[in-house]
Each structure stands twice: as C-alpha cells, then as structure tokens.
C-alpha cells in the first residue's frame, strides 16, 4: 500500500513486511497498490509507554529487557526460548509475553518463517 501523509508526504509499503513508523496525530490516507493487504499497527500512549516494531526471519536473540512483547507469526512458526520459558507461535496467532529478557531467542522453524514483534517499554512512573 502506498501511505500518503497530510504534510504531503508518501511512503511505499510494497515489500512484505516492511515497516514505517509515524507519530498517531498525523493524518493517513491508504491507497492498495495490488489487492488486499494485512496490516500490523501498534500505537502506544506517548510519555507512558514506548514501542518499537521488529521482524525477524532467522535465529535472533533479544538485544534487551523489554516490559511487554505482542509476538505475530503471520508465516511459518517459531518458538520463543529463555532460560524459563519455551513458547511454540503458529501462523497467524499472537502471543503476548510480560519481562522479556534479554538473551531470549526467536528460533523459526524452517526458512521462510517469519515472525513480527511489538516490544513495549513502559515510562517509568
């Protein structure tokens, strides 16, 4: 889809999974560039939380400690390993994970897997 912004501005989400990050209060207009589309949007309530959108096709560990994850698997499965947990994620189901720790891996199952995360960080109080 092609996003069109109220300052005029545009950006083209034509490869799969690609993101763009932009602020709630700016105006977006979509226009379908080849059919239908699936959409993953987090929104976070500025100066409470923080959120940054990551996708992952290979092995990967967690670079940090993140307060609450909302994992998507929209192709393939994967699994979510810490030294206390073992979490399977199927395609098309989500699964969210309170005190992501660092270290924790995202193992898909075979190539072509892919997994979208949504790693919230809340402001401290």
């Not at 092609?2 to 763009?20: E, K, M, N, R, V």
């Not at 987090?42 to 560990?61: I, N, S, Y």
């Not at 989500?94 to 402001?123: F, M, N």
Request: glycine letters at 8%; charged letters at 25%; aromatic letters at 8%.
């Amino acid at each position: 889809m092609l996003l069109h912004a109220d300052d005029g501005t545009q950006f083209a989400l034509t490869t799969p999974f690609a993101s763009h990050t932009f602020r709630g209060e700016t105006g977006i207009e979509a226009t379908l560039v080849s059919g239908a589309t699936r959409d993953f949007n987090v929104m976070v309530r500025r100066g409470l939380a923080g959120a940054t959108v990551e996708v992952w096709r290979a092995e990967t560990p967690i670079s940090r400690d993140v307060d609450e994850a909302v994992f998507f698997c929209p192709a393939g499965r994967f699994r979510l390993v810490s030294n206390d947990d073992d979490f399977p994620l199927s395609a098309a189901y989500a699964l969210r994970v309170s005190g992501v720790r660092a270290g924790t891996r995202l193992i898909p199952k075979a190539e072509g897997d892919v997994l979208i995360g949504a790693l919230i960080e809340l402001a401290e109080a």
